[in-house]
T-cell receptor
Framework: AQKVTQAQTEISVVEKEDVTLDCVYE???????LFWYKQPPSGELVFLIR??????QNEISGRYSWNFQKSTSSFNFTITASQVVDSAVYFC?????????????FGTGTSLTVIP | EAQVTQNPRYLITVTGKKLTVTCSQN?????MSWYRQDPGLGLRQIYY???????DKGDVPEGYKVSRKEKRNFPLILESPSPNQTSLYFC????????????????FGEGSRLTVL
């Protein structure tokens, strides 16, 4: 079973529109961490945010915001007033904390295209 | 400059010819890991290492080996590559420690594109 599900494979929006990327995760651990990474067309992986399972406060960073809801096991990412530079593949990821080892699980990614 | 360096960046090889992709980090991180990225499948963890001489399998370890003899280096070894190992490979390291070891921000290398004919 997929631990991290990003149901939206591709999204296209017109510049200045808001867009939300969905992420649903699955874990039995009480301590875990959630992440979003951006992969622009140049191919590098860029860290955007890390949240732990005990902090459900939403976070805002400029045009980016994240909504973490444990009740629905979701960690959604919203870009406000999208720009062409936001065009990229976005990955949601989960890491479960353990004394024996920590695996990372990534979703399959959402490809966002912002049309000028 | 803090970085994770992978080599080679691009490689075309033939089935069965052993190859090693090197990975080195200069941030003194304990946790290092390897991923492969394939279209429609996202990134999948191959192996990870919690510290020197401590390695463990990720989701897709078949056909790969790793070693961690030094803290800074974590090479990925393909003993007998096959065409289904054609992929984009990323090495990453992470800075957290203790029980949160390996759960911090991942610092990724630039990727190694491998083609096995």
């Amino acid at each position: 079973a997929q631990k991290v599900t990003q149901a939206q494979t591709e999204i296209s929006v017109v510049e200045k529109e808001d867009v939300t990327l969905d992420c649903v995760y699955e874990t039995r651990d009480t301590t875990y961490y959630l992440f979003w990474y951006k992969q622009p067309p140049s191919g590098e992986l860029v860290f955007l945010i890390r949240r732990n399972s005990f902090d459900e406060q939403n976070e805002i960073s400029g045009r980016y915001s994240w909504n973490f809801q444990k009740s629905t096991s979701s960690f959604n990412f919203t870009i406000t007033a999208s720009q062409v530079v936001d065009s990229a593949v976005y990955f949601c990821a989960l890491s479960e904390a353990s004394n024996t080892g920590n695996q990372f699980y990534f979703g399959t990614g959402t490809s966002l295209t912002v049309i000028p | 400059e803090a970085q994770v360096t992978q080599n080679p960046r691009y490689l075309i090889t033939v089935t069965g010819k052993k190859l090693t992709v090197t990975c080195s980090q200069n941030m003194n991180h304990e946790y290092m890991s390897w991923y492969r990225q394939d279209p429609g499948l996202g990134l999948r963890q191959i192996y990870y290492s919690m510290n020197v001489e401590v390695t463990d399998k990720g989701d897709v370890p078949e056909g790969y080996k790793v070693s961690r003899k030094e803290k800074r280096n974590f090479p990925l070894i393909l003993e007998s590559p096959s065409p289904n190992q054609t992929s984009l490979y990323f090495c990453a390291s992470s800075s957290t420690s203790g029980r949160a070891l390996g759960t911090g921000e991942l610092f990724f290398g630039e990727g190694s594109r491998l083609t096995v004919l």
